[in-house]
């Protein structure tokens, strides 16, 4: 943004701000109508002191005239894959489907993911995604075989690390089949409750489908656990395992929070079909996330043929049943997508374009900011008394905003601006010394 001078105390007087009126706790103590507010923020001590539209403040009030420039909350990121990160260049993908990217990482992981190496990985995109805004972060771990005792270590020394700079969270990942092994399931679950985690799943239409979701769901009660699973991420519309987690949480009147992710095919099934999954989701009250960009690069690849359709999932009708909805940056430069840098603003310009969540804006800013964050205990509204975690930006509108990558944001937690240097990828060559590069 405009070269500007932020005190470094976490004290200062923000004038001629523009904030979206969807991020704010209390909107009806302003103007309705605009999609975008021009307020004063005051922040004292690491926190908002008060919020007054800009018009009641006299021009030579003092503070730091941001023109209008926006803030935005700080991002929250609720499904990526910390611990694949970052492996693209020794193990790319040969043609970019889904399949060849599940045996490539197969691969991968089996010959290089030692506890060091899973640690730099994550902690280079740890580092990135708090340069771009982010403040809160689940990632999916790999959790079958031997990964798991690698894996959850790093993660769990990780979270203590990078505790009041970005809150980690981690979701066991595991194929619906490999709970039909009740050692494992059992095991896993146990594993996840004592690194306060969440149950994971990868769920698809197998013959005992059900009985293997109430497993899972029984696991979950049992110690405690919220689940979070990946769900029909295919073109094919027969995949609609999304309907019997409804059914499932419904049964058992399940009582933790539940998110699904991808739920690709749901958007290639007929009408009526789609409607009744979207309207048992919302009555199970669970939480919707997309990918957009990951989704939009693996679905409908084939070598040779343009693809026909986008990959994401019925978005507006699932916000119009009043499910909550978010998008998520899923995978950054690994197999299943090649490229990314964890900034979740790409993440929503990307979802605006591709799912088109604009005319009008609406809420949809919220699908990256602060229903992600709920659904990980955070509340992060624009209010009097909350912390200072604001991203600031140049741009004026949300035609601003989307028409650039804002490389040039600033980004205040507890009021004070950090750093914003982005690790150089040459951190990591000592970890693909000898791979052939792509």
Excluded at 274 to 282: E, K, N, Q, S
Excluded at 344 to 353: C, D, G, H, I
Excluded at 384 to 393: H, I, K, S
Aim: aromatic share 8%; charged share 25%; proline share 7%.
């Amino acid at each position: 943004m405009r070269p500007i001078d932020l005190p470094k105390t976490g004290t200062m007087l923000l004038r001629n701000v523009g904030v979206p009126a969807t991020f704010l706790a209390r909107p009806e103590r302003f103007p309705h109508g605009e999609e975008v507010l021009r307020l004063d923020i005051a922040i004292e001590q690491g926190r908002i002191a008060y919020l007054l539209p800009a018009a009641y403040r006299a021009p030579a009030a003092g503070g730091i005239d941001l023109d209008g420039g926006m803030a935005w909350p700080c991002f929250a990121d609720i499904h990526t894959h910390l611990d694949k990160g970052h492996i693209w260049p020794r193990t790319a993908n040969p043609d970019g489907a889904r399949l060849s990217a599940l045996g490539a990482v197969a691969r991968d992981r089996e010959a290089f993911w030692s506890a060091e190496d899973v640690a730099r990985r994550m902690e280079f995109g740890l580092r990135c995604a708090r340069a771009h805004g982010a403040m809160a972060i689940r990632t999916h771990l790999d959790s079958q075989g031997k990964q798991a005792e690698i894996t959850w270590p790093v993660f769990r020394a990780m979270r203590d690390a990078w505790a009041g700079r970005i809150a980690l969270e981690a979701v066991s990942l595991a194929t619906i089949e490999s709970y039909r092994d009740g050692n494992f399931a059992t095991s896993l679950a146990r594993m996840v409750a004592d690194s306060r985690g969440i149950l994971g799943a990868v769920t698809y239409l197998v013959p005992d489908l059900d009985p293997l979701l109430d497993r899972v769901f029984g696991l979950a009660e049992a110690n405690d656990l919220d689940l979070d699973f990946h769900v029909d991420e295919t073109n094919d519309f027969a995949a609609a395992s999304l309907g019997h987690i409804a059914a499932t949480a419904l049964r058992r009147r399940f009582r933790g929070r539940i998110v699904v992710g991808h739920c690709c095919s749901l958007a290639l099934q007929p009408e009526d079909e789609a409607a009744r999954t979207i309207d048992a989701v919302g009555e199970a009250g669970i939480a919707v996330v997309s990918l957009p960009m990951c989704n939009l690069y693996l679905q409908d690849r084939a070598p040779g043929r343009t693809p026909r359709w986008r990959g994401v999932t019925l978005l507006h009708e699932f916000a119009a049943r009043g499910v909550p909805v978010m998008v998520a940056s899923d995978n950054c430069r690994d197999p299943f997508y090649a490229y990314g840098d964890h900034d979740p603003l790409e993440v929503y310009r990307e979802a605006t374009r591709i799912a088109h969540l604009d005319h009008p804006v609406g809420d949809w800013p919220r699908a990256i900011t602060l229903t992600p964050a709920r659904m990980m205990g955070i509340d992060v509204p624009l209010a009097e008394g909350a912390p200072a975690d604001l991203v600031l930006f140049a741009a004026r509108s949300f035609n601003e905003l989307l028409s650039r990558p804002q490389t040039d944001r600033a980004v205040l937690r507890g009021g004070v601006p950090i750093d914003r240097t982005l690790p150089d990828y040459r951190e990591l060559d000592a970890l693909f010394e000898g791979a052939p590069r792509p």
